[in-house]
């Protein structure tokens, strides 16, 4: 199984982004799936027009798309994208659009393509906090959630696809990094099982 993980670069004026460090820090195999990562910029349309040459280039089985959620405590794996961009910061580029559709015309909300249960599953034999989200926001992690499942969707529905929010890693606490890292290669074992 090929499995694509990206993250975001760093945005806001802050150094670094925990999405982007938990990908660095994935091994290139998990049990038998061969994993492929990447960085995704904090831009509007950019992002998706890098995810999707990904998706092209790579041919993945599955896409696990992270980012960065400050609030919260745990792994929250998203159970719905929303087609909106209203973003109460700019984007690395400056751009801040407000009240605008993702895509124009396409449905409301859409689901992941993730097994949920399998990786609750496998991440509770892991001992690994983590929680379902119902929101994705409307910054650039829902924009690109989005951009994946409308995707899948419409073009190709064999492919597994998601969206992880981890939360900020505690300044110089390697622990936090590393028990990040472990759910995202249990999340990766469900995949592949």
């Not at 831009?43 to 990904?54: P, Q, T």
């Not at 909300?109 to 496998?122: G, H, Q």
């Not at 959630?145 to 929010?165: C, M, Q, T």
Request: aromatic fraction near 6%; proline fraction near 8%; hydrophobic fraction near 40%.
């Amino acid at each position: 199984m090929r499995i694509l993980v990206t993250g975001f670069e760093p945005f806001g004026g802050e150094p670094i982004n925990s999405s982007l460090e938990v990908v660095r820090n994935l091994p290139r195999s998990v049990g038998g799936a061969r994993v492929s990562t990447a960085a995704l910029p904090v831009v509007y349309r950019r992002s998706l027009a890098v995810l999707r040459r990904l998706v092209a280039l790579e041919k993945p089985d599955a896409v696990l798309c992270l980012g960065l959620a400050g609030g919260r405590k745990a792994l929250s794996f998203e159970t719905r994208a929303v087609n909106l961009d209203d973003a109460r910061i700019p984007d690395n580029n400056g751009h801040q659009p407000r009240g605008e559709e993702i895509r124009r015309g396409g449905p409301a909300e859409l689901p992941p393509t993730l097994p949920l249960r399998r990786i609750a599953r496998e991440l509770r034999r892991a001992s690994i906090p983590f929680e379902f989200s119902p929101s994705a926001g409307t910054f650039l992690c829902n924009h690109v959630f989005y951009g994946l499942v409308d995707y899948i969707h419409r073009e190709d529905p064999s492919i597994l696809g998601g969206f992880v929010h981890v939360p900020h890693i505690r300044e110089h606490l390697a622990a936090d990094l590393e028990e990040l890292v472990r759910g995202i290669r249990a999340a990766i074992r469900a995949l592949d099982s």
